[in-house]
């Protein structure tokens, strides 16, 4: 039997680590807008704000308010995991919340002794969580910049050029 995790993430994570990505292709030479960076994308200049917002609390980005202000990366890619773009924009909290259902119903009539140790389910949401975190901290946003860079060589450039224009 196959077994499909369907981890939902909020859309905004995506937004930002495309955001991360397209301001270290163009450099520090001068902070981005939130038009201009939407506009990049066709996304709601609002809501990606709401998210560049939270990646300049998280340290990430930093701000410069103003006619001429926007966003710059506050590090490079490589001391930026995917681990702290998703705490960024998703926050701190587990993916799974166990309320004990078994507790309840059939169970309900059962000594509160046969609830002391914790429930299966969430031992096991709790343990594939933990991998999958770990596996967002192993990968910085360089290593993502590195496959985008081999599989579409000038894309980099591709968004220098975009930019540029106005």
């Known amino acids: 039997m196959e077994v499909i995790w369907d981890m939902r993430l909020n859309e905004g994570v995506e937004w930002a680590m495309h955001c991360c990505l397209t301001l270290a292709w163009l450099g520090d030479e001068e902070p981005i807008s939130t038009a201009r960076l939407a506009a990049g994308y066709e996304l709601p200049p609002p809501y990606l704000n709401k998210q560049l917002q939270a990646l300049v609390k998280a340290g990430i980005m930093t701000s410069t308010p103003g006619v001429r202000g926007g966003f710059r990366l506050a590090q490079p890619l490589a001391k930026i995991t995917l681990l702290d773009v998703v705490m960024a924009i998703e ?76």
């Open 91 to 166: 926050g701190p909290a587990e993916a799974f919340h166990c309320t004990d259902i078994r507790e309840r119903g059939v169970g309900a009539e059962k000594a509160a002794w046969q609830f002391r140790t914790p429930c299966a389910i969430s031992t096991a949401m709790r343990t594939a969580e933990v991998a999958w975190r770990r596996a967002l901290a192993a990968q910085t946003l360089a290593d993502v910049q590195a496959v985008v860079d081999r599989r579409i060589p000038h894309q980099g450039d591709v968004i220098r050029r975009w930019y540029a224009q106005g």
